[in-house]
């Protein structure tokens, strides 16, 4: 639609003047008459509006009044409800700007589009007041500048920076017809008049100049966001999940069910944890090239904790001793000693601790407690095993079932055994002991309300004393002192593999006499094998058989020298007993009361006991 204001001395000049311009008929026409013109004359002055730089003019007595239309080409229903625009006008007597008012339900004059129009139009000398009196007006026509040539406004951006400096959008302005297009250079240098200095998308603003999509926003800067310092944090080196109780798999999918998941076992001198230090992180930059500060992180602390050493800069905290260890209620506890209230049964599982093991109930069949230090027991022990690198004490007694053993490299303290093992370096204290195995490095105490040995074996490397030894059904009960069992069994052991090398060394020296006789007519290269094989199998020979030769001198030694150690009887020594000191051996046949067995010239003998009962503490 397109529209134009007429100015002549009759209406049908302005008319004539509309239908030249617009080249059309009267009736493609919509004409409003603005002022009627050839009426009366005017009496008085009729001042115009002025321009800048241009004198006022007035209408002078006498003067006519020229006719004013307002042509509008269009459709008749466009017509009927047109928008208020504007147009501006270079004529040879100056600039104008026309306004034409909304029509029907038309909207009313979008005065911010206009204004910036005309700013964009780089007119000289532009009469501001002139533009205000007829926006104010709503329509009309009106001189804003003197006579000058049009500026053509080419293509233009319109830039848009957010409130927290983040981002930059822009929209490409439509150029005028004949303006020229918008350079990326020019392009720039706008967005640095609006203060732009960093996160440019050169390639973004390139496709949005090219693009030529007017009005639409684009998104062609973007802040560098700050990088946020990281928190220190504790790296635990062991496992701080809940114990599942679940069984520990073994291999290929096994699972043991009787080593239960229930502790985190530790060494003396593991790492327990370790500390990173927290990070300051990058501040961040805004499009206006102002920082934007960034988050720093938290420092973390070590935890609080027993029995463990924490480096002097509290960045690694190690175990000062081997146990189990807990991480609850934010501090680190390492305990050496591992406790279990109640039965040690299936639903503890097996115990291999690095410690000492307390149990206040007993120890199920099945079950196996190993500990490198000590194992206390407050009940009983059945047909499990305990094996301590320390002492070991059960409160009650051990009904082994054939199958129970207990292995101490310290001492063994139990109220009764019976059908069980016990293996010690440590002395050995039992009040009865029946059918049972009991060795120790040390002495042996059957002593208490009965202190008594029935059945079974007892060996020890020193004294044995006990109240009772063997019983009135004669029951067959070896004691022997002195020299142990298991030196015995290895001096056997000994024996055999001296004869199997005695056997060995037959045939080498079969070996090297025929290939003495035969060294004429044997190849070399299979002489050559067979001799350095032979010689190789020699030494080696040779080399273990002085070692298992001095071994067993040592315990023979040990064995014929070993009778000091003495076995002492305080109540009776009953018959099917057997008392080994050394190498030597004496039955039982007849009850003996009171007495001390001891080896004397060479064989054992016996005499009233040597000792006293009030000479050992009972406990």
């Not at 000049?13 to 493609?28: G, P, S």
């Not at 809940?242 to 076992?265: F, K, N, Q």
């Not at 009361?593 to 005499?607: H, I, L, Q, R």
Request: charge should be negative.
């Amino acid at each position: 639609m397109r529209a134009k204001y007429f100015t002549a001395n009759s209406e049908q000049a302005a008319e004539e003047l509309a239908l030249d311009y617009f080249r059309c008929t009267r009736q493609e026409l919509k004409i409003d008459v603005i002022v009627i013109g050839s009426g009366p004359r005017i009496d008085e002055p009729v001042v115009r509006e002025s321009v800048e730089g241009e004198a006022a003019q007035e209408t002078k007595p006498g003067e006519q009044i020229p006719w004013e239309i307002l042509a509008i080409f269009g459709n008749p229903m466009a017509v009927n409800r047109m928008n208020a625009f504007s147009g501006l006008y270079y004529e040879p007597d100056g600039v104008y700007l026309e306004i034409y008012a909304e029509r029907g339900n038309g909207e009313k004059l979008e005065t911010q589009n206009m204004l910036h129009h005309i700013s964009r139009k780089n007119i000289i000398n532009l009469s501001l007041p002139a533009v205000q009196e007829l926006v104010k007006k709503g329509s009309g026509r009106a001189k804003i500048a003197l006579e000058q040539k049009e500026h053509f406004y080419g293509e233009d951006l319109s830039v848009l920076i957010t409130g927290d400096e983040q981002q930059v959008s822009v929209r490409l302005i439509e150029p005028e017809m004949g303006g020229a297009s918008l350079s990326i250079e020019e392009a720039k240098k706008k967005l640095a008049e609006a203060g732009v200095e960093h996160g440019l998308d050169e390639e973004a603003l390139k496709k949005v100049i090219d693009s030529k999509d007017y009005g639409e926003p684009y998104v062609i800067a973007n802040a560098t966001p700050p990088t946020d310092g990281t928190d220190g944090k504790l790296v635990f080196h062991f496992s701080t999940d809940e114990r599942t109780g679940a069984p520990r798999e073994i291999d290929h999918g096994r699972v043991d069910y009787r080593s239960l998941d229930l502790y985190v076992p530790v060494e003396e001198g593991q790492l327990l944890i370790t500390r990173e230090y927290s990070t300051d992180g990058v501040p961040g930059v805004s499009v206006k090239g102002n920082p934007i500060k960034q988050k720093p992180g938290k420092d973390v602390q070590m935890p609080r904790g027993k029995n463990i050493n924490v480096n002097e800069d509290r960045t690694t905290m190690h175990a000062t001793c081997s146990g189990m260890v807990e991480y609850v209620n934010g501090a680190i506890n390492v305990s050496n000693v591992y406790t279990v209230k109640g039965d040690c049964d299936i639903s503890v599982g097996n115990i291999d601790f690095e410690g000492s093991v307390h149990i206040s109930g007993s120890v199920r069949t099945g079950n196996t407690v190993k500990a490198t230090n000590g194992i206390t027991v407050g009940g009983s022990v059945e047909a499990a095993t305990l094996i301590a690198g320390g002492n070991v004490e059960v409160k009650g007694g051990m009904q082994g079932s054939g199958k129970g053993i207990i292995e101490s490299s310290g001492s063994v303290k139990v109220l009764f055994i019976e059908r069980g093992t016990i293996i010690a370096d440590g002395p050995i204290s039992v009040d009865v002991s029946i059918h049972s195995i009991l060795e120790t490095g040390s002495t042996i105490h059957a002593l208490g309300k009965r202190g008594a040995i029935i059945g079974g074996q007892a060996a020890a490397a020193g004294d044995i004393v006990a109240n009772y030894v063997g019983a009135l059904s004669n029951t067959k009960t070896n004691i022997e002192v002195g020299f142990l069992p298991r030196k015995r069994a290895r001096l056997a052991k000994l024996e055999k593999e001296m004869e199997v090398l005695s056997m060995n060394q037959t045939k080498l020296a079969q070996l090297d006499a025929y290939l003495a006789k035969s060294k004429a007519t044997m190849d070399a290269e299979t002489y050559n094998k067979l001799f350095i094989s032979g010689q190789e199998n020699k030494k080696n020979n040779e080399l273990e058989a002085q070692a298992i030769t001095e071994e067993m001198q040592t315990l023979r030694y040990e064995m014929d020298h070993a009778t000091d150690s003495k076995v002492h009887v305080f109540e009776t020594t009953f018959s099917g007993s057997r008392i080994v000191i050394g190498s030597s051996t004496y039955k039982v046949n007849d009850e003996i009361s009171f007495a001390t067995f001891k080896f004397s010239d060479g064989e054992v003998v016996y005499m009233p006991c040597e000792v006293n009962k009030t000479d050992f503490k009972v406990k």
